[in-house]
C-alpha cells in the first residue's frame, strides 16, 4: 500500500535526521561551481584581452572612466567569444552540479533502503549517472527555452524600436501584448516543472537514460498528479516561509548578517538534502521498491 504524502515527509525527515552526511554533496557542489565561476570571471577577461592587445597597448595611461569604457568595447567588439566562453562556464558548472545532485540521489537511496549512507553512495551513483543527467537537463533547459515562442507574438508587434517610441498609441497595446506572452512563458516553464519534477530521480534510481528518464518522469506524473503537485507545493512552501523569515529578520539589523549566512547554511546542509530524500521516498514508494522506516532500524539509532 502506497504511503500518504505525510506519511512520506515524516519519514522522509526521520532519514535525513539520521544521515547528516547527506548535505555534503550540496556543500561540495557549491564550492566546485563556485570555483568554475570565479575562474570564469578572471579567464574571460583576461582572454578577450589577450586577443585585442594592439587595442589596450597604452590602456595605463587611461583614467578608470577611460579604462571602463575601453573595456566595454572590447567585450562588445568580441561578443562571440564572450559569449561562446560563458557557454562552456555554465556547460561546465551544469556538469559539475549533474554530478553531485545524481551523488546526493544515490545518497537519499541508499539512506532510504537501508537506514544509512557513506560517501561511497554519492561518488558511484555520480560516476555511474552524470552524463546522462548532465544531458537530461540541457533537454528540460531547451524546452523551458521553447517557451519564448510565447513572446514573439509582441516582440513582432513591438517591430523596430524607434518606431516603437515613436507611436505612444500603440506602445500600451504591444506591451500587454509582451506582457502577456511573459506572463505565458512564466506559467509554461512552471508546469513543465512540476511535470519533470521527478525525472531526474527516476533517472537516477532506475538508471535511465535522457529520453527513458523524461518519458518515465511524465507517465509518473500523469499516475501521480495529485500527490507530485502536492510534494511540489510543500518545497516551493518550504522556500517562501524561509523567506518570510528572512523578510521578518531584515528589520532588526543586529540580526540581519547573521540571518544571511544561517539561511545560506540551511539552503545547503538542511532544506535541498531533506528535499532530496522526500523526493527519492515519494518516486520509490510509488514504483514498489523497498523501503524501512529508520525508525525500526534499530542497529542505527
Known amino acids: 500500500m502506497n504511503e500518504d504524502l505525510g506519511r512520506i515527509l515524516n519519514k522522509g525527515f526521520s532519514t535525513w535526521s539520521h544521515n547528516y552526511g547527506i548535505a555534503v554533496p550540496f556543500f561540495l557542489n557549491m564550492m566546485a561551481s563556485l570555483f568554475i565561476l570565479m575562474m570564469a570571471i578572471f579567464i574571460i577577461p583576461f582572454i578577450v584581452a589577450a586577443t585585442s592587445m594592439s587595442d589596450i597597448g597604452s590602456a595605463s595611461s587611461l583614467t578608470t572612466e577611460e579604462s571602463m569604457e575601453l573595456l566595454m568595447s572590447l567585450f562588445s567588439d568580441n561578443i562571440v567569444l564572450v559569449l561562446v566562453l560563458g557557454l562552456i562556464a555554465f556547460l561546465a558548472i551544469s556538469f559539475v552540479q549533474s554530478y553531485f545532485e545524481a551523488g546526493a540521489i544515490g545518497m537519499a537511496q541508499a539512506a532510504s533502503v537501508s537506514g544509512h549512507t557513506t560517501f561511497n553512495d554519492m561518488f558511484r551513483a555520480g560516476k555511474e549517472n552524470v552524463f546522462s543527467l548532465f544531458l537530461t537537463r540541457i533537454i528540460i533547459s531547451l524546452i523551458f527555452i521553447a517557451g519564448i515562442v510565447f ?16 507611436n505612444p498609441e500603440n506602445a500600451l497595446l504591444t506591451s500587454l501584448l509582451l506582457l502577456f506572452g511573459f506572463l505565458l512563458w512564466g506559467l509554461y516553464v512552471l508546469v513543465i516543472d512540476i511535470i519533470f519534477s521527478i525525472v531526474r530521480f527516476g533517472l537516477v534510481l532506475d538508471r535511465l537514460d535522457p529520453m527513458e528518464a523524461l518519458e518515465k518522469g511524465y507517465r509518473f506524473f500523469m499516475n501521480n498528479k495529485l500527490v507530485v503537485f502536492l510534494m511540489y507545493l510543500v518545497v516551493i512552501g518550504l522556500s517562501i516561509a524561509i523567506n518570510m523569515v528572512g523578510e521578518l529578520i531584515s528589520y532588526v539589523e543586529v540580526l540581519a548578517n547573521v540571518w544571511i549566512f544561517l539561511s545560506f547554511v540551511l539552503s545547503f546542509a538542511v532544506i535541498q538534502p531533506l528535499v532530496t530524500v522526500w523526493w527519492t521516498r515519494l518516486y520509490m514508494d510509488r514504483t514498489g521498491k523497498e523501503l524501512y522506516d529508520i525508525s525500526d532500524l534499530l542497529e542505527y539509532p
Open 151 to 166: 513572446i514573439v507574438p509582441g516582440m513582432l508587434t513591438m517591430g523596430d524600436f524607434n518606431s516603437f517610441i515613436d
